[in-house]
C-alpha cells in the first residue's frame, strides 16, 4: 500500500502559518504600549493594532512566498503605524499625518525595541511616495504594497474579515497569557 499524505485543511494551514507570524511578534505582540494601538482608529472602524495585524500578516506571508526576510517584514509591518495618537483629531500630528507620522512610529518603536535596518526602512518609508524618498530593500517595497492593498479594502470595507478578526483574538490571547 502506498503511503498517502493526509491533506491538511484550509483552516489547519491558516492556523500553522498564524503560529508562524505570531512567533515572530514575540516581545512586539505582547508589548503594553503596542496594545495601546487599539484604542486609536486608523480606517474607518479599524483600529491601528487590527490594520497593523493586517499588513503584518499578509506582508508575512507575502515574503515566505517570495523567500524574502519574513520576520523583519512583520516586525516592522506590526510598528509601521505605532505613532500612538488619533490623527482624526487636529493638532495631535506635528504637520500632515500622511507625511509625519512615519518619523513618530519610528521613534516610538526604537524607544521600546531593538530594530533592525529592514524594519527601519519599512517604518520611515511605508508611505512611499508622500516620504518622497522610496523604499529600497525588498522586504520595505512588499510591506508598502501590501500597507496600501490593506488600507484601500479597510476603506471599501473589502478586509479579509475572518483573517483580521483571528489575528487580534489571537494577539489579544498572546498578550493575556503573556500578563498571566
Known sequence: MKNIKKRTSTEDVLFQNLNRFFSTLDGI???????????????????????????????????????????????????HDFFLYDWHVPGYSEGLHGFSHPRVAHQNAKKYFELNAIE??????????LTLSPPRKREAIVVTLVDKWCTVRETLHLENRKICDLTLKMALIKSDEAND
Do not use: W
Not at 512566498?65 to 519574513?70: C, F, M, V
Not at 527601519?120 to 511616495?129: T, Y
Open 120 to 129: 527601519e526602512e519599512i517604518i520611515l518609508k511605508h508611505m512611499f511616495p
Open 29 to 79: 505582540i505582547d508589548h503594553e504600549v503596542v496594545l495601546t494601538m487599539q484604542n486609536y482608529i486608523q480606517h474607518g472602524k479599524i483600529t491601528c493594532l487590527s490594520h497593523s495585524l493586517y499588513v503584518a500578516y499578509s506582508s508575512f506571508r507575502a515574503c515566505e512566498i517570495l523567500r524574502l526576510d519574513a520576520k523583519s517584514a512583520a516586525r516592522g509591518a506590526m510598528l
